[in-house]
């Protein structure tokens, strides 16, 4: 097996160890809008409406507000069991990236008659993210700026010019260092209009405010503890205060247990560890380039993901996704310095140049993996409870989208959206414990290992692959 080039180029302990030194375990986004994030009450008594949605991520967010902008009239609650945004929505690395399927090389193994349509459909949907952004002026960093993907070993150089996307442009070694200055780039793919950069919690922040500024009702610190009903009844939505009752339910909880239990093994929870900088002065800024600021991202099985901020941080995540043994969610995981004490190591073999940068956050999200990659859409009720999970780390854009398919659901209409075969199907689940921990951590290792032999997989990721259960990063 041949050894990476961040095990090949370590840089010194000493170097890591103080980069680390301060670093506080919290989420730098959620703590940049905590003066301005507001609150939103409790639920405290039994409350009828007619459409409820459960959870303050994303995909609730853009839900409720679709679906009040549909019919103003009608009371639209969301309700979220902590606080808006604190999860997922407010911890992830701030892409916003064009695939609503976990890239293209997904879309094409899964659903190669669509694999077009579904890239069209996607750059559609960030599109129209960044209009509703532009049109109601909410204040969320964004930033169009296009993805790179980048080759730090000589196998991935082959893998640069895949792309099907006639915009994106391929560039040799001294192209794509041109552009970002890392001795470990040997080549680059770069797609100008895939991705947008954004505040991950200004924009969970913002959207609820627009949410409630149309009419939506929010309770915060309110978890749903059951959802009961017939089939020809309202549906109750079960709390520790009250209840909620409504006509049509939509579920967005993430990796979050599924109220609908045909689905509790259709996603597991992946732990995913990142690490902010402190701002960069002007001459770091010079000496790694970067002017373009792309989303950066590069090619290997255990990928690595940077951004730069608004204030010039740079943010530096992925590599090690851990899923912890019995699928648990536990706050206790965040903290996991061995992961964080790797990631600053590949760091300083990235941008040599950086030496004495300091990380001051560290922390970790819980991705809802599913095991064909990208989300998946459910019912129940005769499709008046409509349930989209599995959003596999690259949900930002996708839940959008998602909101979507669920409104027009919900509606009842057919669309170019619910028609699609990706919508339409459902993923096979994964195996119950403890056959679950056994195997996701078989797949990390084969991948670590394909990543140590030029990208070959080995006889258990093909047989994944044959069974449409492929994992590819």
């Given at each position: 097996?041949?050894?990476?080039?961040?095990?090949?180029?370590?840089?010194a302990?000493?170097?890591v160890?103080?980069?680390?030194?301060?670093?506080?375990?919290?989420?730098?986004w959620?703590?940049?809008?905590?003066?301005?994030?507001?609150?939103?009450?409790?639920?405290?008594?039994n409350?009828?409406?007619?459409?409820?949605?459960?959870g303050?991520?994303?995909?609730?967010?853009?839900?409720?507000?679709?679906?009040?902008?549909?019919?103003?009239?009608?009371r639209v609650?969301?309700?979220?069991?902590v606080?808006?945004?604190?999860?997922?929505?407010?911890?992830?690395?701030?892409?916003?990236?064009?695939?609503?399927t976990?890239?293209?090389?997904?879309?094409?193994?899964?659903?190669?008659?669509?694999?077009?349509?579904?890239?069209?459909?996607?750059?559609?949907?960030?599109?129209?993210?960044?209009?509703?952004?532009?049109?109601?002026?909410?204040?969320?960093?964004?930033?169009?700026?296009?993805?790179?993907?980048?080759?730090?070993h000589?196998?991935?150089?082959?893998?640069?010019?895949?792309?099907?996307?006639?915009?994106t442009?391929?560039?040799?070694?001294?192209?794509v260092?041109?552009r970002?200055?890392?001795?470990t780039?040997?080549?680059?793919?770069?797609?100008?209009?895939?991705?947008?950069?954004?505040?991950?919690?200004?924009?969970?922040?913002?959207?609820?405010?627009?949410?409630?500024?149309?009419?939506?009702?929010?309770y915060?610190?309110?978890?749903v503890?059951?959802?009961?009903?017939?089939?020809?009844?309202p549906?109750?939505?079960?709390?520790?205060r009250?209840?909620?009752?409504?006509?049509?339910?939509a579920?967005?909880?993430?990796?979050?247990p599924?109220?609908?239990?045909?689905?509790?093994?259709?996603?597991?929870?992946?732990?995913?560890?990142?690490?902010?900088?402190?701002?960069?002065?002007?001459?770091?800024?010079a000496?790694?380039?970067?002017?373009?600021?792309?989303?950066?991202?590069d090619?290997?099985?255990?990928?690595?993901y940077?951004?730069?901020?608004?204030?010039?941080?740079?943010?530096?995540?992925?590599?090690?996704?851990?899923y912890?043994?019995?699928?648990?969610?536990?706050?206790a995981?965040?903290?996991?310095?061995?992961?964080?004490?790797?990631?600053?190591?590949h760091?300083?073999t990235?941008?040599?140049?950086?030496?004495?940068?300091?990380?001051?956050?560290?922390?970790?999200?819980?991705?809802?993996?599913?095991?064909?990659?990208?989300?998946?859409?459910?019912?129940?009720?005769?499709g008046?409870?409509?349930?989209?999970?599995g959003?596999t780390?690259?949900?930002?854009?996708?839940?959008h989208?998602?909101?979507?398919?669920i409104?027009?659901r919900?509606?009842?209409?057919v669309?170019?959206r619910?028609?699609l075969?990706?919508?339409?199907?459902?993923?096979?689940?994964?195996?119950?414990?403890?056959?679950?921990?056994?195997?996701?951590?078989l797949v990390?290792?084969?991948l670590?290992?394909?990543?140590?032999?030029?990208?070959?997989?080995?006889?258990?990721?093909?047989?994944?692959?044959?069974?449409?259960?492929?994992?590819d990063?």
């Amino acid at each position: 097996m041949e050894p990476t080039v961040f095990e090949t180029h370590r840089p010194a302990a000493r170097i890591v160890d103080a980069s680390l030194a301060d670093t506080t375990l919290g989420v730098y986004w959620i703590e940049d809008v905590a003066h301005t994030a507001g609150s939103y009450p409790r639920l405290s008594a039994n409350t009828t409406v007619d459409d409820a949605v459960v959870g303050g991520g994303y995909a609730g967010l853009w839900t409720a507000i679709k679906l009040k902008q549909e019919h103003p009239e009608r009371r639209v609650a969301l309700i979220e069991a902590v606080k808006v945004g604190w999860a997922a929505s407010g911890r992830n690395g701030g892409f916003c990236e064009a695939s609503i399927t976990h890239g293209e090389a997904n879309a094409e193994a899964r659903w190669p008659d669509e694999a077009e349509d579904l890239h069209r459909i996607g750059l559609a949907n960030l599109d129209a993210i960044e209009r509703f952004i532009a049109e109601h002026e909410l204040d969320v960093d964004w930033e169009r700026t296009g993805q790179l993907s980048v080759a730090n070993h000589a196998h991935q150089v082959d893998w640069v010019g895949e792309s099907s996307d006639p915009q994106t442009q391929v560039l040799g070694e001294a192209e794509v260092r041109a552009r970002v200055n890392s001795p470990t780039f040997l080549a680059g793919a770069f797609s100008p209009r895939s991705n947008a950069n954004v505040h991950p919690a200004k924009l969970a922040v913002a959207l609820a405010k627009h949410a409630t500024s149309i009419g939506v009702e929010i309770y915060e610190g309110t978890p749903v503890e059951r959802l009961a009903g017939r089939e020809d009844e309202p549906i109750v939505l079960e709390t520790a205060r009250g209840h909620v009752t409504a006509q049509r339910v939509a579920l967005c909880t993430n990796v979050f247990p599924s109220l609908l239990k045909r689905y509790q093994f259709h996603t597991v929870p992946v732990y995913d560890y990142v690490l902010m900088t402190e701002p960069l002065s002007a001459e770091q800024l010079a000496a790694i380039g970067w002017e373009g600021r792309e989303g950066l991202a590069d090619m290997a099985n255990q990928f690595h993901y940077a951004r730069l901020t608004s204030d010039n941080r740079i943010l530096w995540g992925g590599y090690d996704a851990v899923y912890h043994a019995g699928g648990r969610i536990k706050r206790a995981y965040e903290d996991r310095m061995a992961t964080h004490r790797q990631l600053a190591s590949h760091f300083f073999t990235t941008f040599p140049q950086l030496a004495g940068v300091k990380f001051t956050h560290r922390w970790a999200g819980v991705i809802d993996t599913s095991t064909r990659f990208c989300a998946f859409f459910g019912k129940a009720y005769d499709g008046r409870v409509q349930y989209v999970a599995g959003f596999t780390g690259l949900g930002v854009g996708a839940t959008h989208f998602a909101a979507d398919v669920i409104v027009d659901r919900l509606e009842g209409r057919v669309t170019e959206r619910t028609e699609l075969e990706m919508v339409r199907s459902i993923p096979l689940p994964f195996p119950p414990e403890p056959a679950a921990t056994l195997g996701v951590n078989l797949v990390r290792w084969s991948l670590d290992r394909a990543d140590h032999n030029s990208g070959r997989r080995n006889v258990f990721l093909r047989a994944l692959d044959a069974a449409g259960l492929g994992f590819d990063s």
